[in-house]
């Protein structure tokens, strides 16, 4: 025997929010706010030692700007998988403010939950793209700088590699179902394009916060945007997201919790109805919407989700 102790378990929790953007039209009030709450709601997930890094690119009083890039982006999911590089990629990071040492590659006894809270863009063919803080759209194009953006396939390469056991991703932004529910996806063989792909062969869950064709909202009411809020006060703050009354939340149940929760948190009386454009409430429609699109119905996430087995990863104990 050795006499070195086993490493504990770790919960690797990445949540980023994107309020501040290089395209002014882009600009969010509650993304921000959104990473930050996630993060705090997972801050003690039981059995793992807990590990949090919130990227928030938002703009102080004095004009300051914390920037979330594309390439941060990359550099930051690239910790949680064996990074040949991990010393230039920390270097890199630390010049732009951020200490990202605490991320490190996630063993199959890990698990990792990442949250992006932004924006989003799909085009007519279902590709899907996170829009970060440099993404660029000129004005009147019906569509974003495709070499800003970040596409489904630079997600699924990192996704990929990770090792960690226990595997989701909340995607809350517009357009988001379009991720993983593009034409193209079919159960097959590893390698297709699609997060989708990945979902069914990883056994990633994947939490969308709208149908492909719809916009996520955020509202001035509750200071967030309406999937987290779901997700992190009504879920996990609450405890509603104990779907079997067990006393503890999973986080198979915690995902599921918000598709049954959203289409009724639009009428809750904190929030009032939710409509695209009223008042209190910011929602962003892109040149790829017809100005005769119709109303918007309710914002109703979409969660893929393939695992036959119910998950082992509790987020929270005593529930109830």
């Known amino acids: 025997r050795s006499g070195v102790a086993p490493r504990p378990r770790r919960a690797y929790v990445l949540a ?67 990074d040949d590089d991990r010393d230039a990629t920390l270097a890199a990071l630390r010049a732009e403010g951020i200490e990202a040492g605490m991320l490190q590659p996630a063993t199959p006894d890990d698990a990792v939950i990442v949250s992006f809270s932004g924006h989003g863009w799909a ?9 970060p803080g440099d993404g660029r759209w000129p ?28 595997i989701a991703l909340v995607i809350d932004a517009c357009h988001s179902a379009a991720s993983v529910s593009d034409g193209r996806f079919k159960p097959g063989p590893m390698g297709d394009s699609g997060l989708g792909q990945l979902a069914y062969d990883k056994g990633i869950r994947i939490l969308a916060a709208t149908q492909a064709d719809d916009v996520a909202l955020e509202d001035a009411r509750l200071g967030q945007g309406l999937l987290t809020y779901a997700l992190a006060e009504d879920g996990l703050g609450a405890g509603h997201a104990d779907l079997d009354h067990d006393g503890n939340i999973r986080v198979d149940e915690w995902l599921a919790y918000s598709v049954i929760r959203m289409p009724t948190l ?14 209190g409430t910011r929602a962003i429609t892109f ?23 119910p998950s082992a990863l509790v987020l929270r104990e005593g529930a109830r």
């Open 123 to 131: 085009n007519p063919r279902g590709d899907f793209y996170l829009i």
């Open 16 to 82: 980023i929010g994107i309020d501040d953007y290089d395209t002014p039209r882009f600009r969010l009030n509650y993304a921000a706010a959104d990473a930050r709450l996630m993060a705090s709601q997972l801050a003690d997930i039981p059995g793992y030692e807990t590990r949090r890094l919130v990227l928030a690119a938002e703009r102080d009083a004095d004009g300051r700007r914390t920037r979330v890039d594309r390439a941060t982006m990359s550099r930051v999911l690239s910790l949680l998988t064996v």
């Open 287 to 309: 040149h790829d919407l017809p100005a005769d699109a119709p109303a918007r119905r309710v914002q109703q996430p979409a969660l893929f989700d393939f695992n036959p087995q």
């Open 139 to 166: 004005d009147g194009s019906e569509s974003p700088d495709l070499s800003t953006v970040f596409a489904t396939a630079d997600l699924v390469a990192p996704f990929q590699r990770m090792q960690a056991g226990e």
């Open 266 to 279: 639009a009428n809750d009386a904190r929030v009032g109805r939710i409509a695209a454009g009223a008042g």
